[in-house]
């Protein structure tokens, strides 16, 4: 396969949400596999320049797509094997900050966010095990503001958290659609056909 060299102007300029095409999510894929590769190593994998691959990793940063490149932490291999996620209701007269601001304080819990139905913060949390599941809960349940909670104990994982296939649908739809809005017909069809193969290989 012939270099590419992609002194590229921005095609998904003023665009939002923005589009990835074919390249992005085999950039995407590959530092998801391996997130410690180079720029030029990159370049070598993807058979294109290394400019491409800067000014592609600079535009999705500079996006939002990409917004980090972190080690992925198993909370199990550090001793927290329990994982719960639970439902909170929440004095409406303190509101959600002063909540979550004290959530943030507990470390065994990962994420928080807010909900409609009838709760009004749902909590994934960790812990040693179930006894020490319930020391996180009154913990919980001890911030001001919160009024009662539900929790529930994941079994298993048969899915773990992941953006790729997102990425690599929406890349796909993208390539099919002649590049979507934004690209110019000679750029799609030029990588639309070549990358799919290579897509897949990295995604694996």
């Not at 939002?16 to 999510?25: E, G, H, K, N």
């Not at 590959?30 to 691959?53: D, I, K, N």
């Not at 009662?148 to 890349?171: C, F, G, N």
């Amino acid at each position: 396969m012939a270099i590419i060299d992609d002194k590229e102007r921005n095609p998904f300029e003023g665009d939002s949400p923005m589009a990835v095409d074919l390249l992005d999510a085999r950039l995407i894929a590959l530092l998801t596999a391996e997130p410690r590769l180079g720029v030029l190593e990159c370049s070598r994998r993807l058979r294109v320049a290394r400019g491409t691959v800067q000014a592609r990793l600079n535009r999705l940063m500079a996006s939002g797509v990409i917004t980090g490149f972190g080690p992925q932490v198993d909370p199990a291999a550090l001793g927290y094997p329990v994982t719960a996620f639970v439902t909170l209701q929440i004095r409406q007269v303190s509101g959600h900050d002063p909540v979550a601001d004290r959530l943030a304080l507990i470390p065994e819990v990962l994420e928080a966010h807010t909900i409609t139905g009838t709760g009004d913060m749902l909590c994934r949390v960790v812990a040693r095990s179930n006894a020490d599941l319930q020391r996180v809960i009154d913990e919980i349940v001890g911030i001001e503001g919160v009024v009662r909670t539900s929790s529930v104990i994941a079994l298993d994982t048969p899915v773990s958290y992941r953006v790729l296939p997102l990425v690599t649908a929406q890349a796909a739809a993208v390539g099919k659609g002649g590049q979507g809005k934004g690209h110019g017909k000679g750029h799609g069809k030029g990588q639309g056909k070549g990358q799919g193969k290579d897509l897949a290989k990295s995604s694996k």
